[in-house]
């Protein structure tokens, strides 16, 4: 192992041990307790290398990836490497019990993979529980050796990832929910860079994520939600930004002195520091789509600084309003695909799975002799199509298809809900007919190079509110995006089949739907789910079991010899 490296990003240091030769890049996480105070309360989490967030993993496209995963932590782990395609590599993909059993205490695990045809941002992040909350960093990747960004250079990089704090251990806020099968407990404050900022009684007011500019530069800023259950909109005071890439994908520039990002989705925006001397908020706060549903109003907040400012006090920016749809949707659905990326591809158009899939909440059984605290005495719960997804316990999905076991899953999720309704009304919110799920592990399968048409529709069951939808092995195209009922007749004139923005993870409007398409071109198990982990237990996922192709490229290859066992 090569000697430690030291990255320095605003005033944090990361020490991050690292060989980056002949396109290797290789570290260890060592994941165990830490003591951290953020508002002025001492609480044990779970960290990589004692710091939140942990360290970032800098790589260039066509690199292999190793990673040494050292479980020191009392829970059962997994990483997950946030929207890179592991083809050839599914088991390090990372989902526990879909692609892996988890790392048990005291255990340990490699991930091997290699980054291909991706370049831009994504991000790697314990997929256990809620351990999320505080095990997570940035993949950042880089052009490879003679090529170069499609837009100006940027005369420096950095990295903004947007989380939550629970002034409690998270696993423990999580646990107490799901026993009386009601909803958690609100983040106490949200972060920039592990930190509240000084809008927050943090005790620590020096405590608080800096930027230091050069006036008249421009700087590229990898922008994260890593939060578990929460939408920001972010701004910095009095700049605008350009957005040139989205979930490691390029996208044509879009102006725009707003952003809106959900759970697991990333962006790419071009900052100039053209403003006069001083000092400038970055801050976000929550979109919250979800009508009477309470949230956590208070605003994270990082500085942006030029030199010989002489204030005291950061101009702070005006974010939208919580419940701003207009401007979220405004967002989401006018950015385009760059087709002169070197790694665009035609948008498929002969369509051979059409799928129109439900997605919301409900209602499953409290279990006999129990006191639940859901709605009608019930536990709170979600789903696709009515299929409130279980993992299995035993034995990851990917395994059971590698070793042909039966048992562990079914293949029969549905391609449509079993009731046809007024999906988006309100008044049918808490029809006790519709509400109840039951709890399946159903999963969908393809054919190898099949091209998928997913219509996601949101429903109002319980609540209305946008949903991220992230799904793993692939990229989709975003064909197109409303409110109300779906209408295949009026709506698929509104297909963007020309440059449709490619994304891992999309928010669905609050009371309406969105259109994406995939090529099934990766074998293996593939989840699919709603990135708010106040749903991921309740439900709200499935998987796709895409078949071999027939080719040793296109097969899916055995574990790994230190693949954890159940």
């Not at 020191?72 to 989902?95: C, E, M």
């Not at 999963?443 to 997913?454: G, I």
């Not at 991921?536 to 296109?554: H, K, M």
Request: charged share 10%; aromatic share 12%.
């Amino acid at each position: 192992m090569a000697p430690s490296r030291v990255f320095v990003v605003g005033f944090v240091l990361v020490f991050l041990s690292v060989t980056a030769s002949a396109g290797i890049v290789e570290t260890s996480f060592h994941v165990k307790n830490l003591t951290a105070n953020r508002l002025c309360e001492d609480h044990v989490i779970t960290a990589v290398n004692g710091s939140i967030p942990g360290p970032t993993l800098r790589v260039k496209e066509g690199d292999t990836v190793i990673v040494h995963v050292f479980n020191k932590s009392p829970y059962n782990l997994t990483i997950h490497w946030h929207g890179v395609f592991q083809r050839q590599s599914q088991w390090a993909d990372g989902p526990e019990f879909i692609t892996q059993c988890p790392i048990r205490p005291g255990g340990n695990y490699t991930y091997r993979f290699h980054m291909i045809e991706q370049v831009g941002t994504l991000w790697w992040h314990a997929h256990s529980k809620w351990l999320r909350a505080t095990v997570y960093g940035a993949l950042v990747i880089r052009p490879r050796d003679g090529q170069k960004y499609p837009f100006v250079k940027p005369y420096r990089e950095d990295t903004i990832m947007l989380g939550e704090w629970w002034n409690a251990n998270p696993i423990d806020v999580e646990d107490a929910a799901l026993a009386v099968g009601a909803a958690p407990a609100n983040a106490d404050a949200y972060t920039i860079n592990g930190w509240p900022g000084d809008l927050f009684n943090s005790c620590r007011p020096s405590k608080i994520y800096k930027l230091d500019v050069v006036p008249g530069k421009t700087y590229l800023l990898r922008i994260i939600n890593a939060a578990l259950n929460n939408q920001f909109f972010f701004k910095i005071a009095n700049h605008n930004l350009t957005v040139v890439g989205e979930d490691a994908a390029y996208t044509n520039p879009f102006p725009t002195d707003v952003i809106v990002i959900g759970p697991g989705q990333t962006t790419d925006v071009l900052l100039t520091a053209n403003q006069s001397p001083g000092l400038y908020y970055m801050a976000a706060h929550p979109y919250a789509s979800a009508a009477g549903v309470p949230f956590n109003a208070n605003i994270t907040t990082a500085i942006l600084a030029y030199p010989n400012a002489t204030q005291t006090t950061p101009i702070l920016p005006v974010l939208p309003a919580f419940n701003d749809t207009p401007t979220a949707f405004a967002f989401s659905s006018n950015i385009t695909a760059l087709v002169t990326s070197p790694f665009w591809s035609p948008v498929p158009q002969k369509v051979d799975e059409n799928m129109f899939v439900t997605i919301g909440l409900g209602l499953s059984v409290c279990g006999t002799n129990l006191t639940c605290q859901g709605i009608f005495g019930q536990r709170m719960s979600a789903s696709m199509n009515n299929h409130s997804f279980a993992p299995p316990t035993s034995m990851s999905l990917l395994e059971a298809l590698f070793r042909n076991v039966s048992g562990v899953y079914t293949t029969d999720f549905p391609d449509q809900p079993p009731f046809v309704f007024d999906y988006v009304n309100v008044n049918n919110s808490f029809n006790q007919t519709l509400l109840m799920t039951p709890k399946l592990t159903s999963v969908k399968k393809l054919k190898f190079n099949a091209t998928v048409q997913l219509v996601f529709q949101n429903t109002a069951l319980v609540g209305i509110e946008n949903h991220p939808m992230h799904l793993h092995g692939f990229n989709f195209y975003v064909l197109a995006q409303g409110f109300g009922n779906y209408n295949p007749v009026n709506d698929s004139k509104k297909f963007n089949l020309v440059n449709p923005q490619e994304r891992n993870t999309l928010g669905v409007p609050v009371g309406g739907w969105a259109v994406i398409r995939f090529r099934a071109n990766n074998p293996g198990v593939w989840f699919i789910h709603c990135h708010l982990d106040v749903h991921l237990p309740w439900g709200l996922a499935t998987a796709f079991v895409v078949e071999n192709g027939g080719t040793p490229e296109s097969t899916l290859p055995p574990p790994p010899a230190d693949f954890p066992m159940c």
